[in-house]
Structure formats: structure tokens, C-alpha cells
């Protein structure tokens, strides 16, 4: 069965350092998003890509926050300058449509900010 | 406001023992709703799409259903190995998807 795989599954970084998460989306998926989950709390959106570029964002996702399909098959989450609050576990998420239809999650990334 | 309320937030039941997880949304124009279960330091794996009111689906010991302001995710004879946090998740129009908070379920042996 086809699946999202996310890299790394977890990941450990300095405060102020870079971290760049990474995503292969179903094959056939055209829509691809990024979601967090702070421990113990809801998971929330940050940001849609479609035809190589941002379709929507939300305000969590500022400045610190960039999203690339580097070739055919990656896509790839970039936190510029972490910080302790970014600790989270980060999904990656596809769908072959926007609306309506299914959205698939990969395992998760999870980011550890010290 | 949140748009998707989940309740109970927790719940325990012996195996064996039916009941129902509720989730209310108040959104305008519902593309589709989705129940998702999540283990712990996992990611949501895909349950269920409700697309209109009256709409069942089923898939062994879990049943969801719609109606125009709540979804019930129905678990007949559940086992052990169904306790985690089942997600509810709602699409207003193209917007992304909106999660509730989830139930956490506790199936005892």
C-alpha cells in the first residue's frame, strides 16, 4: 500500500541551528502538506504546496518557515533559526485532490529544540 | 472558536464493551469530515471520509456516522489492540483540514 515516508523520525538540534525535514509523498498525490503536533496538543496545519508553489499557509508557518519540491519525488520542510517552542512532532501529508479527498499522513518528524 | 469539538476526552472500557465517540463541528459548507486513529508517537493512519449527512461507514468493529452537526464513531466489542486517540477532522470549503482534539481510548483486557 502506497505511504508517506518522512526522514529523519527524530531529530535532535541547538537553538538557532537549521533543520531541513524530508518527505516522499505518495506517487501519484498532487497536493502536498506539512502539519505539527506539539506534544499534547491538536495538530495543526502550517502549509499546502501545489504545482510548485505555496496554495495556502497558516500563520504559524512566518519567515522561519520554507517548503521546496527539490525533484520529482522529495518535499522538504526548512526551519531556519529553531527555536525551543518549534519542539514538535512535524507530519507530512499528501492528497491527490484538494478538496474533499483523503489526506494521507507520513510517521512523523520528530523535532527536539535544546 | 473551535470549529471540531471531540468528546469524551478520554474513555476506558472493558473488552467487549460497545460506545460511541462524538464529534460536533460548526463549519458552513463541509467538503468532508475524517476520522483518523494516531498511536502514540505515530502519525494519523486514515479510518473513515463522511461526506454528507445520513452517510454509515463501517470497517470491522468501527462504524462512523454523519449528520449535518455531529460525527459518531461507533466501536462494537472492542479489543485491546483498539486503544489509541481516534482524530476528527473537518474541510470547510478548500480550506485545510481543521482537527479536533481527539478521544483517547483505553480498551482493558
Known amino acids: 500500500e502506497p505511504e508517506v515516508t518522512q526522514t529523519p523520525s527524530h531529530q535532535v538540534t541547538q537553538m538557532g541551528q537549521e533543520v531541513i525535514l524530508r518527505c516522499v509523498p505518495i506517487s501519484n498525490h498532487l497536493y502536498f502538506y506539512w502539519y505539527r503536533q506539539i506534544l499534547g496538543q491538536k495538530v495543526e496545519f502550517l502549509v499546502s504546496f501545489y504545482n510548485n508553489e505555496i496554495s495556502e499557509k497558516s500563520e504559524i508557518f512566518d519567515d522561519q518557515f520554507s517548503v521546496e519540491r527539490p525533484d520529482g519525488s522529495n518535499f522538504t520542510l526548512k526551519i531556519r533559526s529553531t527555536k525551543l517552542e518549534d519542539s514538535a512532532m512535524y507530519f507530512c501529508?499528501?492528497?491527490?485532490?484538494?478538496?474533499?479527498?483523503?489526506?494521507?499522513f507520513g510517521e512523523g518528524s520528530w523535532l527536539t529544540v535544546v | 472558536e473551535d470549529q471540531v469539538t471531540q468528546s469524551p476526552e478520554a474513555l476506558r472500557l472493558q473488552e467487549g464493551e460497545s460506545s460511541s465517540l462524538n464529534c460536533s463541528y460548526t463549519?458552513?459548507?463541509?467538503?468532508?469530515l475524517f476520522w483518523y486513529r494516531q498511536d502514540p508517537g505515530k502519525g494519523p493512519e486514515f479510518l473513515f471520509t463522511l461526506y454528507s449527512a445520513g452517510e454509515e461507514k463501517e470497517k470491522e468493529r468501527l462504524k462512523a456516522t454523519l449528520t449535518k452537526k455531529e460525527s459518531f464513531l461507533h466501536i462494537t466489542a472492542p479489543k485491546p489492540e483498539d486503544s489509541a486517540t481516534y482524530l476528527c477532522a473537518v474541510q470547510d470549503g478548500n480550506t485545510p483540514l481543521v482537527f479536533g482534539k481527539g478521544t483517547r481510548l483505553s480498551v482493558i483486557a
Open positions: 463549519v458552513s459548507g463541509l467538503r468532508g
Open positions: 501529508a499528501s492528497s491527490f485532490d484538494r478538496s474533499g479527498n483523503t489526506i494521507y
